[in-house]
């Protein structure tokens, strides 16, 4: 497996983090995988606004020892918020309560509001710890921590030859568009673009099937049969301790505040 998915310099989030110097980059990354899971366990089961406010505020905490340039990081953050925009813009509208206003006869409400915005909150509180525990390790080394926790190998695989095979398959979109461009290949609304991008989808099927064969090729010469070979042995470090008592005690904290303003 590590002669096929090799461990290159990027992470998931690519944001230009130096990793290897920031605190959270030196912890066990079986560590950081549970951390996160726990945290947005944590997170999603809350419900007052104080303490989903001071969860995001434990995630910006995350930002700041794990290194990533705060803007690029918080951009991809705002990114992810696009996709519930439209939900949480409905809310106001949707949920019974009491009256703000009325746009075009539908009444707003409080209660629809103060939703929207405890979805937000949880939102950007998960998304944002993922990135900083997550998101910043390589791709090889987060699929053989979640086979040292026991995930199934089958999806440890398929993550990991997803991941690795992106930037491939994105590359080969590139050759064939660059290629789509040198024959004077302008899209337009019309049915020779919709027929020429059905092409390309199709060639890089093709390329993929083929592609692929020769990586099981490859894979097979070098022996390998079906088993994840590990070249790294994670330790766990009074480091990795630390932090994952400093986050229990955070969490508790922020289950009894949530039971406070209930």
């Not at 949920?95 to 103060?114: E, H, M, S």
């Not at 053989?144 to 491939?168: D, G, N, Q, S, W």
């Not at 904290?253 to 209930?262: C, F, K, M």
């Amino acid at each position: 497996m590590a002669h096929v998915l090799s461990n290159g310099d990027s992470t998931l989030t690519d944001t230009g983090a130096e990793r290897s110097a920031s605190r959270l980059g030196a912890l066990d990354p079986r560590v950081r995988i549970v951390a996160a899971l726990v945290f947005a366990i944590t997170v999603v089961a809350l419900d007052t606004l104080p303490a989903l406010t001071a969860a995001l505020a434990t995630a910006l905490t995350l930002l700041a020892l794990s290194r990533l340039p705060a803007g690029p990081t918080l951009k991809r953050v705002a990114m992810v918020d696009g996709f519930i925009l439209f939900m949480l813009a409905l809310l106001p509208f949707t949920v019974p309560g009491d009256v703000i206003f009325t746009l075009w006869g539908y009444p707003a409400t409080w209660q629809g509001v103060a939703r929207a915005i405890e979805i937000g909150l949880t939102a950007n509180a998960v998304v944002l710890a993922l990135m900083t525990l997550v998101g910043t390790l390589e791709p090889v080394t987060l699929g053989h921590a979640l086979y040292r926790l026991k995930t199934p190998e089958t999806l440890v695989h398929l993550l990991m030859f997803t991941i690795r095979y992106i930037e491939v398959l994105r590359a080969e979109y590139l050759r064939l568009r660059a290629a789509m461009k040198v024959r004077g290949f302008r899209p337009g609304t019309n049915w020779h673009s919709y027929r020429s991008f059905g092409y390309l989808v199709g060639m890089m099927m093709v390329r993929a099937i083929e592609r692929s064969e020769r990586v099981l090729g490859a894979m097979k010469c070098r022996g390998f049969s079906g088993r994840i070979r590990l070249l790294h042995d994670f330790r766990t470090t009074r480091a990795d301790a630390i932090f994952a008592g400093a986050l229990t005690v955070l969490l508790i904290s922020l289950i009894a505040l949530d039971l406070t303003w209930r």
